[in-house]
T-cell receptor, first 111, second 116 residues
Framework: DGGITQSPKYLFRKEGQNVTLSCEQN?????MYWYRQDPGQGLRLIYY???????QKGDIAEGYSVSREKKESFPLTVTSAQKNPTAFYLC??????????FGPGTRLTVL | AQKITQTQPGMFVQEKEAVTLDCTYD???????LFWYKQPSSGEMIFLIY??????QNATEGRYSLNFQKARKSANLVISASQLGDSAMYFC?????????????FGSGTRLSIRP
């Protein structure tokens, strides 16, 4: 089955640690996206990539980093510079102007 | 700049009634696409319906229809015969199509609760 997988589903981080969230898709989509969602809020774009080896900052990129070495993979690293990282993180992909397909999300909690 | 506005933070509707979720947008693109997503408590984002700015007819998908009024820049979602399983957050989204580099932007969402 085609789709997007995110791992882990739940992630706990100590303050000062970097953590990496995984996002993999087998839909052959060129574009991939990372969003952050805080409780009761909408989605805010962190980073997006429209092609391998290229990515752009979204609205809230500070404290985050990404890579796009393969078409299928778009990992997100939450660095220690991100002061309030506790949130729900959603990865998505799309092809052309079509709708975005979303993964199941990762809930990150800072202890 | 592009913007999506959802003015209803929360709504309560009786089961089997129809419900309209409001969405207005602003864009300078001549061509654009409008989307609605449903987010249940599990967190997954489920695509519901799409409307292109040049589509002459309102989009429909089962119990979902999109009331597209281009001159008013509104793209309201109508759910007919609501069910308990419709209780969720609903997000309106838009992508400008004039540039291949455009990204989808989301509104702040409406929490819909269906009463039995």
């Amino acid at each position: 089955d085609g789709g997007i997988t995110q791992s882990p589903k739940y992630l706990f981080r100590k303050e000062g640690q970097n953590v990496t969230l995984s996002c993999e898709q087998n839909l052959n989509h060129d574009a991939m996206y990372w969003y952050r969602q805080d409780p009761g809020q909408g989605l805010r774009l962190i980073y997006y990539s429209q092609i391998v080896n290229d990515f752009q900052k979204g609205d809230i990129a500070e404290g985050y980093s990404v890579s796009r070495e393969k078409k299928e993979s778009f990992p997100l690293t939450v660095t220690s510079a991100q002061k309030n990282p506790t949130a729900f993180y959603l990865c998505a992909s799309s092809s052309g102007a079509s709708q975005q397909f979303f993964g199941p999300g990762t809930r990150l909690t800072v202890l | 700049a592009q913007k999506i506005t959802q003015t209803q933070p929360g709504m309560f509707v009786q089961e089997k009634e129809a419900v309209t979720l409001d969405c207005t947008y602003d864009t300078s693109d001549q061509s654009y696409g409008l989307f609605w997503y449903k987010q249940p408590s599990s967190g997954e984002m489920i695509f519901l319906i799409y409307q292109g700015s040049y589509d002459e007819q309102n989009a429909t998908e089962g119990r979902y229809s999109l009331n597209f009024q281009k001159a008013r820049k509104s793209a309201n979602l109508v759910i007919s015969a609501s069910q308990l399983g419709d209780s969720a957050m609903y997000f309106c989204a838009m992508r400008g199509l004039d540039s291949s580099a455009s990204k989808i932007i989301f509104g702040s969402g409406t929490r819909l609760s269906i009463r039995p």
